[in-house]
Structure formats: structure tokens, C-alpha cells
């Protein structure tokens, strides 16, 4: 029982709430291959998707992505407005005292994107460069502990944008979307990662008949999907 809804029905959806029958999943906007896409007929797809519909297919229940920017979606799981949540979420000591987690589905990081140059940022050098980030992330929570006081967008596009406007000159982020604008704009280069974690799907505190869900749609997913950000 799956519905696939076009992007605009879906943030419609989003504004109006979900039916009790509907497994309602709070997404990012942020293309980012492989784990988040946009398909040619303006769905979603990507091996995020391919686990939290496969979820709702055990679960009986129909799927309903609820779109939203990162510091949105973790407060609206906490809220009970979504019942869990997938966007590249980083796993950490202090999300867990909040949200159960569900084994990791892939392990990466955050890196520094810059233009090609222009000098390479480190954690040494960019503290003399314009600088950002994306807020309340884990790379935000990084450059925090480190002394930074990067500009902070509420999107990953916007970040991007800056950089190919001139307004910022490094932006520190998750590396697959990082490495996807790469690929599509190849005057610009990204770093070695800077930090490494877990990638898992964030679920409201109890509800262990949606993480059973999950960790069984995981193991079924990445039986059939392997890529090499996945170790």
C-alpha cells in the first residue's frame, strides 16, 4: 500500500496533515544521489526512499513523505508530526537520549567544498575564510565545537548557491551532496573528510513496531543496493 505522490501534492500533503493510516516520513529537500533523488516525473527515489517504502509495505500502512529542512524534521518527530525520520541524519550520543535509531544503512561524513584555485580549507586555514555550513547539523555542531562561527543557511541549496555566487568561499557539509555538486559543477573540488558517522533512520522513543519495520526494510535494501558510501 504505496502512495506516490508528485512533489507539489506532497508538500500540499505536508500543509494539510496525514490520515492515521498513513506512515508519514519526514524528508529533506536536498537532492543527494544515492540517498535522496528527484525522478524524472518529480517523485522521490533514492535508497532512503527504497527503505522507508519498503517499511510502510511491512507495516501495512501507506507512505507519505512530508518535506521539510533539516532543523525542521527532528522536532517534528518529537513532536509526533511525522513517525520517523530520514535525511542523512548523523547518529549521536545526544540525538539518542531523544529518538531510537535504526542500524546504520551507510557511513560517511562532512568535507570542505571550495572552488578549484582558490586555497584548500582545513580546519586550520578556513577560520580566515568566509565560511558555511547548513544549520543545526552535525557539520554545523563541528565548526561550533571548533571555534567557528560559520553563516548558516536553512537549506543545502542556498549554501550552494553562495558558493557558486562568490558570497562564501568554503561550505562544510555532508560529502555526498557535496560530491554530487561536484559532479555537476566541476570548477568547484571538495576535501578529504573531515569527519565520519552514521547515517540511520530516527524514529519516535517506543515505538519498536516501526523500528522492527525499519531495520528489516535496511537488510532488504542494502541486499540490493550496494554503492560504495555504504561500508
Known amino acids: 500500500m504505496i502512495r506516490k505522490f508528485h512533489l507539489g501534492f506532497l508538500l500540499a500533503i505536508a500543509a494539510f496533515g496525514a490520515f492515521a493510516d498513513d506512515f508519514v516520513v519526514g524528508v529533506t529537500l536536498l537532492e543527494c ?10 517523485n522521490f527515489g533514492g535508497i532512503e526512499i527504497d527503505i522507508v517504502r519498503n ?48 542500524k546504520s544503512y551507510a557511513q560517511d561524513g562532512s568535507v570542505f567544498l571550495y572552488r578549484r584555485g582558490t586555497p584548500v580549507p582545513t580546519m586550520i586555514t578556513a577560520g580566515t575564510m568566509k565560511l558555511g555550513t547548513v ?15 560559520p553563516t548558516r543557511f536553512s537549506r543545502g541549496d542556498d549554501g550552494l548557491a553562495a558558493m557558486k555566487e562568490g558570497r562564501i568561499e568554503a561550505f562544510f557539509y555532508d560529502r555526498p551532496s557535496l560530491a554530487n555538486f561536484v559532479k555537476l559543477n566541476p570548477e568547484f573540488a571538495i576535501t578529504p573528510l573531515e569527519t565520519r558517522g552514521r547515517y540511520a533512520v530516527a524514529v519516535a522513543k517506543g515505538k519498536t513496531n516501526i523500528l522492527d519495520a525499519v531495520n528489516d526494510a535496511i537488510d532488504e535494501v542494502l541486499g540490493t543496493n550496494r554503492t560504495e558510501e555504504r561500508r
Open 55 to 102: 517499511a510502510a509495505e511491512r507495516l501495512g500502512r501507506e507512505l507519505v513523505l512530508k518535506p521539510m529542512i533539516f532543523t525542521q524534521v527532528l522536532p517534528a518527530l518529537q513532536r509526533g508530526e511525522i513517525e520517523a525520520a530520514i535525511a542523512q541524519i548523523t547518529v549521536t550520543d545526544a540525538r539518542k537520549r531523544n529518538f531510537d535509531f535504526s
Open 135 to 149: 544549520d543545526g547539523t552535525c557539520a554545523d555542531i563541528y565548526l561550533c565545537r571548533h571555534g567557528f562561527n
Open 33 to 42: 544521489p544515492p540517498y535522496t533523488v528527484y525522478t524524472a516525473d518529480g
